[in-house]
């Protein structure tokens, strides 16, 4: 109803049907940003690697002693949280940390409904 008085995003959506195989090939790297109790009630997108929104900036951040081993700048990236905005708010992190390809996935609905398996 109130669209407009959302901000729009710089952020490129990825369709999860895409993402569900590129996860399963290996030429993607899912991230779920959403806290630990959440994982706990809903469980995580099969493959995803489970990095809080506000641990973002540090394991991201190729200078950062936190930085997770796990990822790669050069290869693509995508994210999903609850609603969509905290996955939007850490691609745009990402991005300004050097990460080339970074896509937002928007929910962990949005992976279910397409068939994307969940581990919990």
Known sequence: MFAFLKPKSATRRINPSEAIAKV???TLTLIDVREAD?????????????????????????????????????????????????????????SANGFAEVYNLGTLQ?????GGPVVR
């Open 24 to 26: 399963a090939n290996g």
């Open 38 to 94: 959440e994982l706990r009630q809903t469980g995580k997108a099969k493959g995803a690697l489970h990095i809080p929104l506000s641990q973002i900036a540090a394991q991201t951040d190729p200078d950062s002693g936190h930085f997770n081993r796990k990822l790669s700048q050069d290869k693509p990236v995508a994210l999903y949280c609850a609603s969509g905005l905290r996955s939007d708010r850490a691609a745009s992190t990402m």
């Open 110 to 114: 949005d992976w279910k409904i397409s």
